[in-house]
């Protein structure tokens, strides 16, 4: 017995022994077939206190595993939103949730989820290949050309700047400047991809990021191309990105009666009878019924007269609309004010038509036409008020829930803008949109003295785009000129009758 349990532990120990110097020649050959190559050979097994040993290669070996840790990561979110988006789009479609009038509009028939996926990605596709990604598109005028976009990291360069925004500037919309951020972040993760470059190719970073252009067809979608540094000079990098419009996707239908809508309309009046005597036929066209005059003493701050108004209704909630008495409204824009509010949801703050000075507007004409007759959308009669927020229709729950006004504010401007913000930092909905009905009409604008200077220098920037476009002024300043030319032309006329 004793010499079978020797005998036993001696072979155990010689398997132990074995097992050892197995995993030791493994050991060896997986370093051996990991260490890095040279420009011309293999490099032999790196010594422990060379600085291109031991600690060099595991710094190597550390950064390939971040980018494949990060390029595996980026990949796993990007199908994890594919997944939800496609799962999303199948439950839809097997809940019943479109009808056969929605199937039409989409383009789509009830098929199983599988093949609904597959219809998608088919029509994301076909996007691309109807946008201006690949060849050209014959177009009939100049005008019908979508222009494109320039930005770099700090900076967009636009065509569309209207008058609140310039021709060079930060991106200040969260929507637009997170739309740029993902399309430079995704061109680095394609740049980076490992499946894609040699194993000591240098990572790409956003300082590589050089310029880029874009547009967007609405229709399709957006086109991106980026330029980077290449790894040499004169050598670039380019990436062409295309974000695809989908279907058209029914969210909500809903039947709405504003019959019983009312709303206040609160104005802010100091002196001024003329303007007020012509606002009252307007009220009283707009089948308006009562109002209700409430005299305040002391200085005049149009906050403290709007947050007086609203907080004197004593009615359920009611929709209140924040007007000036030089604005002309219509009936139908009353409408449009019901439709785009609702309490604890959405606040309404439209854009409205400024009309030009029509003493400068049909100073050609023998005379000034009727009031009705001036209220009309065209580039020569006026512009879209962007700058301003002072006209706004909201519900007097999300007024007061809101803190009204900034009381502190004196005189002219500045209390419209404070609001507005602070709803853009709630969680409601700011309808913002440019309207038919609103106008504001034009009078001769005086900035007082006592107005600190930030207030001053907004009363002189409106006063300067409220009296004429840029081709009127330009009429008026070389007005010399032209008289001239017309005197010649007049001369040349007579002397070729004599």
Same mark, same amino acid.
């Given at each position: 017995?004793?010499?079978?349990?020797?005998?036993?532990?001696?072979?155990?120990?010689?398997?132990?022994?074995?097992? #050892?110097?197995?995993?030791?020649?493994?050991?060896?050959?997986?370093?051996?077939?990991c260490t890095p190559k040279g420009d011309e050979e293999q490099l032999a097994l790196p010594r422990a206190n060379?600085?291109?040993?031991?600690?060099?290669?595991?710094?190597?070996?550390?950064?390939?595993?971040?980018?494949?840790?990060?390029?595996?990561?980026?990949?796993?979110?990007?199908?994890?939103?594919?997944?939800?988006?496609?799962?999303?789009?199948?439950?839809?479609?097997?809940?019943?949730? &479109?009808?056969?009038?929605?199937?039409? !509009?989409?383009?789509?028939?009830?098929?199983?989820?599988?093949?609904?996926?597959?219809?998608?990605?088919?029509?994301?596709?076909?996007?691309? $290949?109807?946008?201006?990604?690949?060849?050209?598109?014959?177009?009939?005028?100049?005008?019908?050309?979508?222009?494109?976009?320039?930005?770099?990291?700090?900076?967009?360069?636009?065509?569309?700047?209207?008058?609140?925004?310039?021709?060079?500037?930060?991106?200040?919309?969260?929507?637009?400047?997170?739309?740029?951020?993902?399309?430079?972040?995704?061109?680095?993760?394609?740049?980076?991809?490992?499946?894609?470059?040699?194993?000591?190719?240098?990572?790409?970073?956003?300082?590589?990021?050089?310029?880029?252009?874009?547009?967007?067809?609405?229709?399709?979608?957006?086109?991106?191309?980026?330029?980077?540094?290449?790894?040499?000079?004169?050598?670039?990098?380019?990436?062409?990105?295309?974000?695809?419009?989908?279907?058209?996707?029914?969210?909500?239908?809903?039947?709405?009666?504003?019959?019983?809508?009312?709303?206040?309309?609160?104005?802010?009046?100091?002196?001024?009878? $003329?303007?007020?005597?012509?606002?009252?036929?307007?009220?009283?066209?707009?089948?308006?019924?009562?109002?209700?005059?409430?005299?305040?003493?002391?200085?005049?701050?149009?906050?403290?007269?709007?947050?007086?108004?609203?907080?004197?209704?004593?009615?359920?909630?009611?929709?209140?609309?924040?007007?000036?008495?030089?604005?002309?409204?219509?009936?139908?824009?009353?409408?449009?004010?019901?439709?785009?509010?609702?309490?604890?949801?959405?606040?309404?703050?439209? #854009?409205?038509?400024?009309?030009?000075?029509?003493?400068?507007? &049909?100073?050609?004409?023998?005379?000034?036409?009727?009031?009705?007759?001036?209220?009309?959308?065209?580039?020569?009669?006026?512009?879209?008020?962007?700058?301003?927020?002072?006209?706004?229709?909201?519900?007097?729950?999300?007024?007061?829930?809101?803190?009204?006004?900034?009381?502190?504010?004196?005189?002219?401007?500045?209390?419209? #803008?404070?609001? &507005?913000?602070?709803?853009?930092?709630?969680?409601?909905?700011? !309808?913002?949109?440019? #309207?038919?009905?609103?106008?504001?009409?034009?009078?001769?604008?005086?900035?007082?003295?006592?107005?600190?200077?930030?207030? &001053?220098?907004?009363?002189?920037?409106?006063?300067?785009?409220?009296?004429?476009?840029?081709?009127?002024?330009?009429?008026?300043?070389?007005?010399?000129?032209?008289?001239?030319?017309?005197?010649?032309?007049?001369?040349?006329?007579?002397?070729?009758?004599?």
């Open positions: 017995m004793m010499m079978v349990r020797r005998g036993l532990l001696a072979w155990i120990s010689r398997v132990v022994v074995l097992l #050892v110097l197995l995993c030791c020649a493994i050991s060896v050959l997986y370093m051996l077939a060379s600085p291109t040993g031991k600690e060099g290669y595991q710094a190597i070996l550390q950064e390939w595993e971040e980018q494949h840790r990060n390029y595996v990561s980026s990949l796993k979110r990007q199908i994890a939103q594919l997944k939800e988006e496609l799962q999303e789009r199948s439950e839809q479609l097997r809940n019943g949730q &479109y009808q056969a009038s929605d199937a039409a !509009v989409l383009g789509l028939d009830r098929s199983p989820p599988e093949k609904t996926q597959a219809d998608l990605l088919a029509f994301l596709h076909s996007q691309v $290949d109807k946008a201006e990604v690949h060849t050209g598109v014959k177009l009939a005028t100049e005008y019908a050309a979508v222009p494109f976009d320039s930005f770099t990291l700090q900076k967009v360069y636009q065509l569309e700047t209207g008058l609140t925004r310039h021709p060079e500037e930060k991106p200040v919309r969260k929507d637009k400047r997170d739309e740029l951020v993902e399309a430079i972040e995704s061109a680095l993760e394609t740049l980076n991809n490992p499946a894609e470059n040699s194993p000591n190719h240098r990572p790409y970073t956003a300082s590589d990021f050089i310029e880029g252009i874009y547009r967007t067809e609405r229709d399709k979608g957006t086109l991106y191309e980026l330029t980077f540094k290449g790894d040499h000079k004169h050598e670039f990098k380019r990436l062409v990105l295309f974000r695809p419009f989908g279907p058209i996707m029914k969210v909500k239908k809903e039947k709405l009666n504003m019959a019983n809508t009312l709303i206040n309309v609160i104005v802010p009046l100091a002196k001024r009878v $003329d303007k007020f005597r012509q606002f009252m036929q307007n009220f009283r066209a707009a089948n308006f019924r009562n109002f209700t005059f409430i005299q305040l003493n002391g200085e005049f701050s149009r906050g403290k007269g709007l947050d007086v108004g609203a907080r004197f209704w004593k009615g359920s909630n009611v929709l209140l609309f924040f007007c000036d008495v030089d604005i002309y409204f219509t009936s139908e824009f009353l409408n449009t004010c019901r439709l785009n509010t609702q309490p604890g949801k959405k606040v309404f703050y439209p #854009v409205l038509f400024s009309q030009y000075n029509p003493g400068i507007i &049909y100073g050609h004409h023998d005379a000034v036409p009727p009031l009705e007759q001036q209220l009309v959308i065209k580039k020569e009669t006026g512009f879209w008020r962007d700058f301003g927020f002072g006209m706004t229709c909201q519900y007097r729950s999300d007024f007061i829930n809101i803190g009204g006004f900034d009381l502190d504010i004196k005189g002219w401007g500045g209390e419209d #803008v404070h609001l &507005y913000r602070k709803y853009l930092h709630s969680n409601l909905i700011v !309808v913002r949109t440019p #309207v038919r009905g609103l106008f504001h009409l034009w009078h001769e604008k005086r900035c007082m003295d006592e107005l600190t200077p930030e207030q &001053y220098k907004m009363c002189m920037q409106s006063k300067a785009m409220n009296e004429a476009s840029h081709g009127q002024l330009g009429m008026l300043v070389f007005r010399h000129e032209i008289e001239a030319h017309l005197r010649k032309q007049k001369q040349k006329t007579s002397s070729k009758k004599t």
